[in-house]
């Protein structure tokens, strides 16, 4: 078993804390992502379960065994670096072959482990080739390679597609992820793209200035985001944050004549919160340019629309809702012109509030 857990720890640099208090439970055989924007600690968490930086308080434990005193070469982990690190004046098998070798292990399984994975990730043609004669997704590979061959409990993996062009790190993700269901290895990936965090984790942990934000799978925390911050960072174009007042008729936004009108039945959801100051949160997605488009209730607000961004298979819509900017991704069929006063209808079903103080979701508090 190669559960990780993370009890309370923290980690300063002398004065300067980069990470407050961890917890977090990785389970055997997971798949989990750590995203956040550049700075939030989530390689830091990464390099302390390897071993390459102290603990300043709490306890690390890779299964059964805390690891916080222990050298990495006792911890049964394997990293993934951004950097590939392959050693340019060896070949790619013996690149490969390298860890092994310092731990004396019998050439013959040498071999079979090379072989194997040089099988798995397609670069049997390139063993004998030195790195730089390789391109940079071949590269990517032969690091994943070298970490395969050992056999770890734990894969580690530190932005490891951000060198590689667009369409190649769509093809690497998908490798990754299949590798790991293959192998079945615990694995913790470290991505400030939320996308790669998306695709890939079987849970992704959001963190934000060293703090812990929100843990779910991908889905549960797209759907339902703990907080703005998380709101906002998962999604593609994030989410719209508008301020807004609740009323005894629905939604008000702060300063300007608009409303969102709530159907009568919706309401119940925001009984006892009249007056309350909230941020309203709208994927560009439940924004449409038809009242047709929506099946359930809908609510509808107007919009001065200044750009739109052609993308083929939809349009991404960017206006302004009196001095708040929004987006919207629409149908090309159906999209406004830039300069027209949109009605954009909202899928009240995927609506957010949250309160503008804490800037938590009140989802907890306003029920149907």
Request: net charge negative.
């Amino acid at each position: 078993m190669a559960q990780v857990n993370f009890n309370g720890v923290k980690k300063s640099y002398g004065e300067v804390t980069v990470i407050e208090k961890l917890d977090l439970d990785i389970e055997n055989e997971e798949f989990m992502v750590l995203v956040g924007p550049s700075g939030c600690g989530k390689s830091t968490a990464l390099r302390m379960i390897a071993g390459l930086e102290e603990i300043t308080d709490g306890t690390v434990s890779i299964g059964d065994r805390v690891v916080n005193d222990l050298p990495p070469k006792e911890r049964d982990i394997a990293m993934v670096f951004q950097s590939y690190a392959l050693y340019p004046h060896m070949s790619v098998r013996q690149n490969l072959e390298f860890g092994l070798r310092l731990k004396k292990t019998p050439q013959a399984e040498i071999d079979q482990r090379v072989n194997k994975a040089a099988e798995i990730l397609g670069i049997t043609p390139y063993l004998d080739r030195r790195p730089k004669h390789l391109s940079g997704g071949q590269r990517q590979r032969v690091a994943v390679g070298r970490a395969i061959v050992r056999n770890p409990s734990v894969f580690l993996f530190d932005e490891p597609l951000s060198n590689l062009d667009a369409k190649l790190r769509v093809q690497m993700r998908a490798e990754i992820s299949k590798l790991q269901k293959r192998l079945k290895t615990t694995t913790v990936y470290v991505t400030h793209d939320q996308v790669e965090a998306m695709t890939m984790g079987d849970r992704i942990a959001i963190l934000k200035d060293g703090d812990l934000q929100q843990v779910g799978s991908p889905l549960a925390v797209y759907r339902e985001p703990a907080n703005m911050f998380v709101a906002s960072f998962i999604g593609t174009p994030p989410m719209n944050l508008v301020p807004a007042k609740i009323t005894d008729g629905g939604l008000a936004i702060e300063g300007k004549t608009f409303n969102l009108a709530v159907p009568e039945q919706w309401r119940s959801r925001l009984a006892g919160f009249e007056g309350r100051e909230v941020v309203v949160g709208i994927r560009p997605e439940h924004l449409f340019a038809s009242p047709d488009s929506v099946a359930g209730e809908k609510g509808s607000l107007e919009v001065q629309v200044e750009v739109v961004e052609p993308l083929g298979h939809e349009n991404i819509v960017h206006g302004k809702l009196g001095e708040e900017f929004i987006t919207a991704t629409m149908d090309p069929q159906l999209s406004p012109s830039v300069g027209d006063q949109a009605t954009m209808t909202v899928e009240l079903a995927g609506l957010h509030l949250f309160d503008a103080k804490t800037e938590e979701s009140l989802a907890g508090e306003a029920q149907p």
